[in-house]
Structures are given as C-alpha cells and as structure tokens.
C-alpha cells in the first residue's frame, strides 16, 4: 500500500512539474534561489479536501522537494478567490473547476487560465456523521439539519 501511495504521490508530482514548466515560464534562476536551489511553487487550491489527498501525501512525505519543487500550499476557499490568485500572478497552479475559467474567459480575460487536468472523476460530496449508523437509510435524514458545503461551493 505504501508503494501505491508513493507512486499516485509521484504521479502528481509529474503533473505538478509539467505545469510548473508551462504555468511559470520567465520566473526561473530568481524563484529557484528564495527557495534553496528548489524551484518554488505557489500552488492555490480553491478548498481544503479529500480529494486532494495525494498532494499532501506527497507534500508531507518531501516527494516535490526530491523533485526539485518547493510547493508552498494555499487555500483559496472558493473558484474566484483561486482564479484571482492566479491571473494576479499570487499563485502559478490553481486546483478549482472550470467554471472559473469559463467565467473568467467570457469576460474578456485576454492571458486566460488553462485548465489541464481532471483532478476527480464524481461530486466531491460526503455525508459523515458524528456517531457511526448501522444500517443507514435517506429516511433518516427527514427532520434533520444537514450541512451542504461552502457558500458559492458547486455542491
């Protein structure tokens, strides 16, 4: 198991050095100095969230650094604070769905983000409660307070 965590880490890893090389051209020998000879990359991710699992794995277990990356993680908490962090140039790598591009294009955004990568496949959508439930049904929600995400969350 710790192989497979390893390699999904390292898979990000390749993904994230792809785009550092698209998404950060002209910031070189400047960037790589502030960041000990590493190649310093801010990377803005729209939540906080499961989905994005393999990231910190792989922040945590310094699988950027032997790549060469120093990844510094921000929290957005939504698209549009995300998308303005990254055409501000605040952030080089923006994790957030592509409504914000789209939105950000039809408005006449002239140097446009570019959306690379699928991150997750389905809605990141959970239900948890605070006890475990044996034999859960929907039925038991009726009369319930349930909490939907983020306000302007895509849930």
């Not at 794995?57 to 699988?63: D, K, L, N, Q, T």
């Not at 790598?93 to 990568?117: L, P, R």
């Not at 038991?140 to 306000?151: C, N, P």
Request: glycine share 12%; aromatic share 10%.
């Amino acid at each position: 198991m710790k192989k497979r965590k390893k390699l999904t880490a390292l898979s990000l890893a390749a993904v994230m050095l792809f785009s550092t090389a698209a998404l950060t051209t002209g910031c070189g020998s400047e960037k790589q100095e502030a960041a000990g000879g590493k190649t310093h990359v801010v990377l803005n991710e729209v939540a906080h969230s499961i989905f994005y699992a393999p990231m910190y794995v792989a922040i945590e277990e310094g699988y950027f650094a032997d790549e060469g990356l120093d990844v510094e993680l921000v929290t957005g908490y939504g698209a549009d604070k995300t998308m303005t962090a990254l055409l501000s140039g605040d952030a080089d790598i923006g994790f957030m769905g592509a409504e914000a591009t789209i939105y950000s294009y039809a408005e006449g955004i002239e140097d446009s983000a570019v959306n690379f990568a699928q991150l997750t496949q389905r809605a990141g959508n959970f239900l948890v409660a605070r006890e475990p439930i044996d034999d859960f049904t929907w039925d038991m929600l009726k009369g319930k307070d349930v909490l939907g995400g983020r306000a302007g969350g895509m849930h």
